[in-house]
């Protein structure tokens, strides 16, 4: 049999130096060719895979690389594209972008997180009369690219039954797993096709089977693989699950046909146990997946290497490999030449779990191998006593239950009006503005020291002050200062707590040509000195508008951050938590009556398994709580999230207390509304009406039929006017327009003059 041998599920695919990004963005705005963005990518890839051949493993993936997002890739390569886009007469290229970013007689697909990680995947919009058939010729295409350099590769796809399962009707009652005997045909004449090319193996990925999923979804996952496996004509079949454990999924997987199946044995290391007792995967390859796709530090070889030698006898082959796709971790450690010289031999990204999936297959192997660059690397950390601050621990300690408690909301609601007196539908923004060339250059001057402490307060003075004025010209009643200083929502404050490091080149794609650098959460937590406040009174000094002060939430922050795996998770939230809540304080106290503590990462976090729900959501609100409970009553605390499915956490949405909560809704139509009516939801809301990672500008009657919907669920003194985040990746160009449709939809339907 031919086997796999040690390899990756995935790898990054934006470029080292964010190639993809400038390429895309620059095709987007039409300074650059189609031929130059395809060039662009051909060589992304060539550089990938033969540094992965270079590297020594066994099986290299294809099809990591996309122009937008893995699953949007699948819905064009079959054919299912919703017939909004296809009836725009565009190239095939820029329907595929018109699905992903949207146009103005077409908005995009909607956008929502991809399982519990930070990435962002398109929703398939399917219906019963949607049918699939293999248009696209990517993954052909890529396998002739990697033969031609001397790489035969294992192409990796989205398998049919997570793509199903991800999958939104676009018919009421209807089901878009009912459509697998439709879809399967084309999978089937995928395969036949690579098999032609000379494919060995194809990869494709299940993790939806992470999750709690119902007997029709793996009655689909038989019927699946048995009918792509009895295909004779086909190259050999690897199952990825990952993000966990695939629970009554292994066994039928073990059960049918394929030839390996790939297992998430870092997400939770007792999966080898079911692994170990699942008697029909001797016949199979395993790939174990120990060395941890989703977080940066170094593996620790003998634990590593003890779970997958537990899988001996197990299998065909036992081999070493990664939990999940490298997608989610930055390429190359060695290029953050001013992280401390001992936190960086702590850490291994992309390049570097490679070489510890290698090392770790030669060692599996029995080839003697040098683990003790690993070994003391591992030991080192565990054995730095300066990662603990006594001063945090005590102050945790002396928390009672009071510190995560509010009077009740109507006696705040009546002191907030009183306060604020705002009217019906008030407006506002989520936070950010668009941020201009010249704000990003002051910053970036600042930050290379070409820019003095004084003239960069000056340069970001002057860009708040344009933004407060913009904002008064618009007519929004609650006002933000525009953040013009925060390179990230979570970066800009992990660049000023204790515990924290930022990367220079740890980039990470979130969605599209969108990357962020998720900071390493080392050790304990806390707050040096103020981060906001000095913006956020100066905001409020020009107007005599209220003033938002903003600031990012524990849950979120350790979501978009590398923590540490060293302690419970809910213990670092909490020392979160406590930084968050001095930042509110000292707002509160420089005059600033609106703070709003975004969390949008809170469903994002939630586990996959029903079963654990409840555990991680009495931490998450009891951190969010615990940042906000210590302000008067008249002091208006908001949160917002985004681009999550949040039906299912709607009570501890409720729970957080919060006294507005602004939502994504605009490109569900104000789904999240019915949810929230069912939920009793009885505070402050404010469900989107622009869609912001969008560049279409939505209509003035668009933006008033959709606060219309949202009049029918919410009453107006409790329903908010606002975008579905924050305006930074937008141009003002786009932005204005829409922020004067929304503020003008607000006054018609108050019966105000517009």
Known sequence: MNTLGTTVLGHPRIGPDRELKRALEAYWAGKATE??????????????????????????????????????DIAALF??????????????????????????????????????????????????????????????DEVREAKALGVTPRPVLVGPVTFLVLAKADTPGFEPIELLDELLPAYVELLRRLRTEGVEWVQLDEPAFAADRSTAELNALTRAYHVLAKETD?????????????GRALGVLA??????????????????????????????????????????????????????????????????????????????????????????????????????????????????????????????????TELTDPAVRSRLAGLTEADAVRPPYAQRAAAQSAALNLPDLPTTTIGSFPQTGDVRRARAAHRAGKLGAEQYRGAMRAEIERVVRLQEDLGLDVLVHGEPERNDMVQYFAEQLAGFAATEHGWVQSYGSRCVRPPILFGDVSRPEPMTVEWARYAQDLTSRPVKGMLTGPVTILAWSFVRDDQ????TARQVALAIRDEVADLEAAGIRVIQVDEPALRELLPLRTAAHDAYLAWAVHAFRLSTSGVEDRTQIHTHMCYSEFGEVLPAIDALEADVTSIEAARSKMAVLADLTSAGFARGVGPGVY?????????????????????AAVPADRLWVNPDCGLKTRGYAEVEPALRHLVGAARQLRGEPR
């Open 568 to 571: 419970p998770l809910g213990d």
């Open 35 to 72: 031929a130059g963005l395809l060039e662009t990518g051909r060589r992304l890839r060539e550089r990938t895979w033969t540094a992965l051949r270079d590297a020594g493993l066994g099986s290299i993936p294809s099809s990591t690389f996309s122009h937008y997002d893995q699953v949007l």
């Open 691 to 711: 869609d912001i990672h969008s560049p279409r500008v939505p209509g003035s009657g668009e933006v008033t039929g959709l606060v219309r919907t949202a009049l």
């Open 255 to 384: 059960r049918s046909p394929i030839e390996a199946l790939a297992v998430d044995l870092v997400t939770d290391e007792s999966f080898v146990d079911d692994v170990v007792a699942e008697g029909a995967l001797r016949d199979k390859e395993i790939l174990a997946g120990v060395v941890d796709g989703r977080n940066v530090w170094r593996t620790d070889p003998d634990r590593a290497l003890a779970c997958a030698r537990r899988l001996a006898g197990t299998a065909a082959r036992v081999s070493v490999s990664t939990s999940c796709s490298l997608l989610h971790v930055p390429y190359d450690v060695t290029a953050e030449t001013r992280l401390e010289p001992r936190l960086q031999s702590w850490l291994a990204f992309a390049r570097q779990k490679v070489d510890e999936v290698v090392l770790l297959g030669r060692a599996l192997d029995g080839e003697d191998v040098d683990l003790a660059p690993a070994r003391a690397a591992v030991a080192d950390r565990a054995g730095a």
């Open 79 to 140: 054919g299912a594209l919703p017939g909004r886009f296809t009836r725009l007469g565009l190239s095939p290229l820029d329907t595929y972008f018109a699905a992903a970013r949207g146009v103005p007689d077409a908005p995009a697909l909607e956008m929502t997180k991809w399982f519990d990680t930070n990435y962002h995947y398109l929703v398939p919009e399917l219906g019963p009369d949607s049918r699939f058939t293999l248009t696209g010729t990517a993954p052909l």
């Open 234 to 246: 086909r190259p050999k079949l690897l199952v990825a699950g990952y993000f966990g454990k695939l």
